[in-house]
């Protein structure tokens, strides 16, 4: 059971990103995947969800308006579309089930930059 993360790298502010996380190993449609970010210096903190029972997206405020979470079941996949990226968005973006939470991949490094 793990998950990979993909699809970060550096932009300029305003810019996008799309991520990916790809599940394996466990029923996909069972969980809810969420994102979460670690930057320099920070703890980590949950920035986007979407409720696999009901379609529910959760959002962070300091995302809201920017981020869209989204996912394929047939693909196993979860996705973040980032828009509008600021300098205090860079940081390692990691996905993780929402409950019986898997240890924590590698993650993918955003950074926002001029």
């Known amino acids: 059971e793990h998950v990979v993360e993909s699809g970060g790298g550096l932009v300029q502010p305003g810019g996008s990103l799309r991520l990916s996380c790809a599940a394996s190993?466990?029923?996909?449609?069972?969980?809810?995947v969420g994102w979460f970010r670690q930057a320099p210096g920070k703890e980590r903190e949950g920035v986007s969800c979407?409720?696999?029972?009901?379609?529910?997206?959760y959002y962070a405020d300091s995302v809201k308006g920017r981020f869209t979470v989204s996912r394929d079941n047939a693909k196993s996949t979860v996705y973040l579309q980032m828009n509008s990226l600021k300098p205090d968005d860079s940081a390692v973006y990691y996905c993780?089930?929402?409950?019986?939470?898997?240890?924590w991949g590698q993650g993918t490094q955003v950074t926002v930059s001029s």
């Open positions: 993780n089930r929402a409950t019986i939470p898997l240890p």
């Open positions: 190993g466990f029923t996909f449609d069972h969980y809810t």
């Open positions: 979407l409720d696999n029972s009901n379609g529910n997206t």
